[in-house]
């Protein structure tokens, strides 16, 4: 097999998305919980999902479900960041460990009552934005290059003819 300028090419876009693949995929975020409290809703970043209570006006703030009065065990928890441009630095998350207890007991936070979003009668959670997972475009795209590449170097080749040797 002869080494043309094209199949160099190719095989090097090939090995720069095999090495590089994992790092695209390393800066995705786990998706929100789909199983917070009613009055709740899942969010993601960098240090990993949570849940958040909402807050809602009677008269506009939910996508799905209804605003009404709510009350969750709320508190606030600080984190060293996992994130890339704030590694390090500290963040603060509004965190709903759940619904209050009778007489408005919570084993975590404190019970906080507020128009929130909860669901409808009939069930669906309110205010889960899904995330998006980190996009390896430009890598997927170099590979594409890469392998049409190969493909028409090996398709420019002459057919070896079997000849009888002498």
């Known amino acids: 097999m002869r080494l043309t300028p094209a199949l160099v090419v190719a095989l090097l876009a090939g090995g720069l998305a095999l090495t590089h ?3 695209a995929k390393a800066d995705a975020v786990l998706s929100p919980p789909s199983d917070c409290a009613p009055g709740a809703e899942g969010r993601t970043d960098h240090n990993g999902p949570y849940c958040a209570p909402s807050t809602c006006t009677a008269e506009k703030g939910c996508t799905h479900g209804a605003c009404r009065e709510q009350a969750l ?3 606030t928890e600080t984190l060293k960041s996992a994130s890339g441009w704030s590694f390090g630095k500290e963040i603060t998350h509004v965190v709903a460990y759940g619904p209050c207890g009778a007489g408005g007991a919570c084993a975590k936070g404190r019970c906080e009552t507020a ?4 669901p409808a009668a009939k069930g669906g959670r309110c205010g889960a934005a899904p995330v998006e997972p980190a996009s390896g475009g430009p890598i997927v795209a170099a590979a ?3 392998l049409a590449l190969a493909a028409r170097s090996l398709r420019r080749r002459p057919p070896v003819s079997a000849s009888p040797r002498r």
């Not at 128009?115 to 909860?118: P, Y």
């Open 21 to 23: 693949a994992s790092v």
């Open 73 to 75: 065990c709320v508190g």
């Open 115 to 118: 128009l929130r979003c909860v």
């Open 144 to 146: 594409a290059v890469g």
